[in-house]
């Protein structure tokens, strides 16, 4: 079955460490993004990569980082610098060439205290 | 930067009845998209529009990319306890490479 996983579905942390999120499609796409949820809150852009072994900021990029040394997988570090890390995070994918479709994970929510 | 407006915020219907939603900017896109997600979950892509005027239909939802490229609506004919969830729109601004903006989200409650 072609899909993006997303693993764990929960996270817990204590602030002050830094975490890894980890985001797997095997739908062949070429572009993959991250995105952060708040309650009552449309869905924001963290990162996006379009090819591997590039990427590139999104709207709220400040206290993350990612990589992108696999096609497959798009992992999203959330660092101690990140002032408020609690939320819902949002892996997608799409292919390129005009299509825009994107396709989600099942998220992963972190809780930092 | 773009902003997209989606209305209403949320919505209280008794099942039956049909929903209508919409999503407005100021600013024009290439592409619209509808989405729904569940409690917990990631959101699932329901219709994507690719043309001005261009009406879709996919089961019992219909969108419309509106023609002035401003503007799309989604409505749910005869509403069942399933289609609790939040809607989004999603646009595609002209040259934004492969980055789409999300509107804020329409809630829809059903009453028993």
């Known amino acids: 079955d072609g899909g993006i996983t997303q693993s764990p579905k929960y996270l817990f942390r204590k602030e002050g460490q830094n975490v890894t999120l980890s985001c797997e499609q095997n739908?062949?796409?070429?572009?993959m993004y991250w995105y952060r949820q708040d309650p009552g809150q449309g869905l924001r852009l963290i990162y996006y990569s379009q090819i591997v072994n590039d990427f590139q900021k999104g709207d709220i990029a400040e206290g993350y980082s990612v990589s992108r040394e696999k096609k497959e997988s798009f992992p999203l570090t959330v660092t101690s610098a990140q002032k408020n890390p609690t939320a819902f995070y949002l892996c997608?994918?799409?292919?390129?060439?005009?299509?825009?479709?994107?396709?989600f994970g099942p998220g992963t929510r972190l809780t930092v205290t | 930067g773009q902003q997209l407006n989606q209305s209403p915020q949320s919505m209280f219907i008794q099942e039956g009845e049909d929903v209508s939603m919409n999503c407005t900017s100021s600013?024009?896109?290439?592409?619209w998209l509808w989405y729904k997600q569940d409690p917990g979950e990631g959101p699932v892509l329901l219709i994507a529009?690719?043309?001005?005027?261009e009406l879709t239909s996919n089961g019992r939802l219909t969108a419309q990319f509106g023609i002035t490229r401003k503007d799309s609506f989604l409505n749910i004919s005869a509403s069942i306890p399933s289609d609790v969830g939040i809607y989004f729109c999603a646009g595609q601004p002209p040259l934004s490479d492969d980055k789409i903006i999300f509107g804020k989200g329409t809630r829809l409650h059903i009453l028993p």
């Open positions: 739908l062949n796409h070429d572009a």
């Open positions: 529009l690719y043309k001005a005027g």
């Open positions: 600013s024009i896109f290439n592409t």
């Open positions: 997608a994918s799409s292919s390129s060439g005009g299509t825009y479709e994107q396709y």
